[in-house]
């Protein structure tokens, strides 16, 4: 098939998961199958499409959630994400060195890991000064991981018994990226999905101290950008709750924003492609998938058993 074809087939893929009918695990599956067969024919934009997407979606988000739940549950959320985070961190560090991964490289999984993924690691990546060549396979390792947890734990929930909020925490203390952690609770009901968002968000906020933690500690002069969308998430919030009269506009903005999320799942699944694969390289790929099941082996136990609620 050549590339035209390949272009038109992608665009046809990615206007269907426009429509209500294509779920997150269809659009998913649908992405990486595509990339594997075809590969990408805009593998230079689509991360930056699928970054601004699903940031604008999460704000969109915001206009189905009601204000106080979601401080309360951001509120109970901030020291259990601490302690993850700390945990994650340590684990992946150990890992790194018993590895012998180079330093920096170690240095972006364990914080991709442990925090928000892509966002994360593009946060840290600066401020230790990692080459793009590290940069890249931290990335990768994240990326393919996240991609796998769209699919596996939705049936693991339900294999589990979890219960909706307890699937949502889950998902948001053991799935990297922001995106992975909505279309996995998405699959599993509404109310996943609401815990499962603000949750992951609360994470998501450890970026910057962290990152200028970590500056202090190197002595660098990279500097962390504060991810604005999160903002944007807390202020539809606050319009929605401010405003219930408007529900006739909050209700077609939050839909909408669902289906967001499904073309961004679309276009994560796309960028797996067997060139990813290929350069995540063994070590910093058994780094990544250990620190992954242990954090989540070791969250889901804390839910189950009731050390989380």
């Given at each position: 098939?050549?590339?035209?074809?390949?272009?038109?087939?992608?665009?046809?893929?990615?206007?269907?998961?426009?429509?209500?009918?294509?779920?997150?695990?269809?659009?998913?599956?649908?992405?990486?199958?595509?990339?594997?067969?075809?590969?990408?024919?805009?593998?230079?934009?689509?991360?930056?499409?699928?970054?601004?997407?699903?940031?604008?979606?999460?704000?969109?988000?915001?206009?189905?959630?009601?204000l106080?739940?979601?401080?309360?549950?951001?509120?109970?959320?901030?020291?259990?994400?601490?302690?993850?985070?700390?945990?994650?961190?340590?684990?992946?560090?150990?890992?790194?060195?018993?590895?012998?991964?180079?330093?920096?490289?170690?240095?972006?999984?364990?914080?991709?890991?442990?925090?928000?993924?892509?966002s994360?690691?593009?946060?840290?990546?600066?401020?230790?000064?990692?080459?793009?060549?590290?940069?890249?396979?931290?990335?990768?390792?994240v990326?393919?991981?996240?991609?796998?947890?769209?699919?596996?734990?939705?049936?693991?929930?339900?294999?589990?018994?979890?219960?909706?909020?307890?699937?949502?925490?889950?998902?948001?203390?053991?799935?990297?990226?922001?995106?992975?952690?909505?279309?996995?609770?998405?699959?599993?009901?509404?109310?996943?999905?609401?815990?499962?968002?603000?949750?992951?968000?609360?994470?998501?906020?450890?970026?910057m101290?962290?990152?200028?933690?970590?500056?202090?500690?190197?002595?660098?002069e990279?500097k962390a950008?504060?991810?604005?969308?999160?903002?944007?998430?807390?202020?539809?919030?606050?319009?929605?709750?401010?405003?219930?009269?408007?529900?006739?506009?909050?209700?077609?903005?939050?839909?909408?924003?669902?289906?967001?999320?499904?073309?961004t799942?679309?276009?994560?699944?796309?960028?797996?492609?067997?060139?990813?694969?290929?350069?995540?390289?063994?070590?910093?790929?058994?780094?990544?998938?250990?620190?992954?099941?242990?954090?989540?082996?070791?969250?889901?136990?804390?839910?189950?058993?009731?050390?989380?609620?």
């Open positions: 098939m050549n590339g035209n074809m390949i272009k038109i087939l992608f665009w046809s893929l990615l206007i269907c998961c426009f429509l209500p009918v294509v779920t997150a695990p269809v659009a998913l599956t649908a992405g990486i199958v595509f990339a594997l067969l075809m590969g990408n024919p805009f593998s230079g934009g689509v991360s930056t499409w699928s970054r601004r997407l699903l940031q604008l979606s999460v704000v969109g988000l915001g206009f189905g959630m009601n106080p739940e979601v401080l309360k549950t951001g509120k109970e959320a901030f020291v259990y994400t601490a302690v993850s985070i700390t945990f994650a961190m340590a684990v992946g560090l150990m890992l790194g060195r018993a590895l012998r991964i180079p330093q920096r490289t170690s240095t972006l999984i364990s914080f991709g890991s442990a925090i928000c993924g892509g994360a690691i593009a946060a840290m990546a600066p401020v230790i000064k990692a080459e793009p060549e590290e940069t890249g396979v931290a990335l990768a390792t990326f393919t991981l996240n991609s796998v947890a769209l699919i596996i734990f939705p049936p693991i929930g339900m294999f589990l018994d979890m219960t909706q909020r307890q699937f949502g925490l889950w998902s948001a203390l053991a799935i990297h990226d922001t995106s992975s952690v909505v279309g996995a609770a998405a699959a599993y009901g509404s109310v996943a999905l609401a815990v499962g968002t603000t949750v992951k968000l609360t994470r998501a906020l450890w970026i101290p962290s990152a200028v933690f970590a500056a202090w500690i190197s002595k660098s990279g950008k504060f991810p604005l969308f999160i903002l944007g998430f807390l202020i539809a919030a606050m319009l929605k709750t401010a405003l219930p009269q408007l529900e006739t506009v909050w209700h077609p903005l939050n839909a909408i924003a669902k289906q967001s999320l499904v073309v799942l679309f276009l994560i699944g796309s960028g797996l492609t067997r060139e990813v694969l290929g350069k995540t390289g063994m070590k910093p790929m058994a780094q990544g998938v250990v620190l992954w099941a242990v954090v989540s082996a070791a969250s889901a136990f804390a839910i189950m058993e009731g050390l989380i609620s």
